[in-house]
């Protein structure tokens, strides 16, 4: 069954902190709870934790002959008074963090729980060398985000817990997701995600605010996926990769060289890195089959997100935004589809598109300082869009590229042409679309449809002036020449 792991949560007890072991437990009905509550601290925090002092507070001899479950030879601790303390309330399989008075024989870290004696004492999972003495804290959290990936296991749930209000949580150096084997199954993901420190419940979109994880020191990354680990769900989290002048990460997310499959991202920002907010490295496959949902990658110096050649493939973008990147909003290769996604207000080009039979449907392409949709490849099918007020074409297609269809699109005032394509091609055509003010003509190169409206020849006719109320883009009333209908669903998922 699936293990639950904690970081940053605490425990009810008088006296958890940070420090208080691991915050794990074996079997799928592990919940935050069920870590936290009875095992956030020992029943009697100070009677087992010295903080630690000259004088340690438990006993630890050999586990042979009390062991009722074939744990023998293994380390026994037991308070030094077993009438005033006992470990009755930490559970099997939780972490114990033990700082040993015996150095050079045992080292200070981090031991599962095999079994929780009757008689007060508990069996941790090292083999006996001799008797020594110690303090521990049993339970409660992981203290760092890392320690939570090193610990992990397979298809596993991972909880950061957080103030549902709002909580940053400084990032000093890479986190690595994939020092363990992680990697899941079709069937078992492993599940990483923020909850509410009080009771566990995981933070809800639009209702609690995501904990920020920022950078404070010149990183590579905040997020650092290392090793084939396939199947992980994140859900969240905001990765802030500046935090002040030459404390910037240059990447929020940066993916391995090594090819991945299904991984999701819900409700996650990838903000303010020093090159892009989320990048994938040159790799000797396609990684393919993600998902990104509810996601914003915006305000970072180069791109928002770049994957660089082929790299990403065959994968889903939904309600995402991409915004205020210092260069492309995206670089994306092919056989990916963006469904209500937004490309708004990037230096240079909002999307830029390569390879082959990419799918965009009811997205916004605006306010870019070059063209909105730049497309490098064949084969892609633009449906339902608003193309609108880019410093450059509002749609462009690369020379060579051919069976580039735009269908039921508003493309209005781009300072060059609606849609131009570099070189003539009868396979790339419009149709049922809404042309106004764009600088240089509706189009260039293309194919015109008999069914738009715009300034072609082959038009119904040029709409009439102002046709769109601004910001939302909806049709204004008595433009019935603008009329396609396209929803955006703006109200329902703007943040």
């Not at 990183?219 to 680990?229: C, K, N, Q, T, V």
């Not at 859900?235 to 030459?246: E, L, N, P, V, W």
């Not at 039979?357 to 064949?378: K, P, T, W």
């Not at 509706?442 to 194919?447: A, F, G, S, T, Y």
């Amino acid at each position: 069954m699936a293990d639950t792991f904690i970081a940053l949560g605490r425990g009810y007890q008088s006296g958890a902190n940070a420090l208080n072991g691991g915050g794990f437990l074996q079997g799928g009905a592990a919940t935050y709870l069920t870590c936290q509550d009875s095992n956030g601290g020992p029943t009697d925090d100070g009677n087992c934790w010295d903080n630690p002092s000259d004088s340690f507070t438990c006993t630890v001899t050999t586990s042979s002959g009390k062991s009722e479950e074939g744990n023998g030879g293994k380390l026994y601790i037991e308070n030094a008074s077993p009438s005033t303390i006992t470990f009755i309330n930490c559970v099997t399989g939780t972490y114990v963090y033990i700082e040993f008075e015996d150095t050079d024989t045992y080292s200070k870290g981090r031991y599962v729980l095999l079994e929780n004696i009757n008689s007060g004492g508990i069996i941790v999972d090292e083999l006996y060398v001799s008797d020594t003495n110690c303090d521990c804290k049993v339970g409660g959290a992981l203290n760092t985000i890392q320690n939570l990936f090193d610990v992990g296991s397979t298809s596993c749930t991972m909880l950061i817990a957080v103030d549902s209000g709002g909580q940053t949580i400084e990032v000093e150096k890479e986190i690595i997701i994939g020092n363990i084997a992680m990697a899941g199954t079709s069937a078992a993901f492993t599940n990483i995600y923020s909850v509410d420190k009080t009771d566990g419940t995981e933070l809800v979109f639009g209702t609690d605010t995501f904990p920020t994880l920022q950078a404070t020191a010149d990183i590579d990354s905040i997020f650092h996926r290392s090793g084939a680990i396939n199947y992980v769900s994140v859900r969240g989290f905001i990765f802030d990769g500046h935090k002040s002048a030459g404390d910037r990460a240059n990447y929020c997310f940066r993916n391995s060289t090594v090819q991945v499959n299904y991984w999701y991202f819900d409700n996650c920002a990838f903000i303010n890195a020093d090159v892009s907010g989320f990048y994938f490295p040159v790799l000797a496959g396609n990684s393919s089959q993600w998902r990104m949902r509810r996601c914003e990658f915006n305000d970072n110096i180069a791109m928002g997100l770049d994957s660089t050649t082929s790299e990403l493939s065959s994968s889903i973008f939904i309600e995402c935004i991409f915004d205020g990147n210092g260069s492309y909003g995206a670089r994306l290769t092919g056989f990916n589809k963006f469904t209500r996604c937004r490309f708004t207000n990037n230096t240079t080009i909002g999307l830029y598109a390569y390879s082959v039979i990419n799918i965009y449907s009811n997205c916004l392409f605006a306010d870019n300082g070059g063209s909105g949709l730049f497309l490098n490849g064949s084969t892609d099918y633009v449906y339902g869009c608003v193309i609108d007020n880019n410093g450059g074409h509002g749609i462009e297609m690369d020379a060579g590229t051919v069976s580039h269809v735009v269908e039921s699109c508003r493309i209005t005032n781009n300072t060059s042409y609606g849609i131009s394509a570099d070189d003539a091609n009868v396979m790339n055509r419009e149709d049922y679309n809404v042309f106004f003010g764009n600088g240089s003509g509706d189009l260039n190169n293309i194919v015109s449809g008999e069914n738009s409206y715009g300034d072609d020849a082959n038009h119904i006719s040029d709409p009439a002036d102002d046709g769109y109320v601004a910001d939302t883009y909806n049709v204004k009333s008595g433009a019935e020449g603008r009329s396609i209908e396209i929803d955006l669903y703006w109200d329902e998922w703007s943040s």
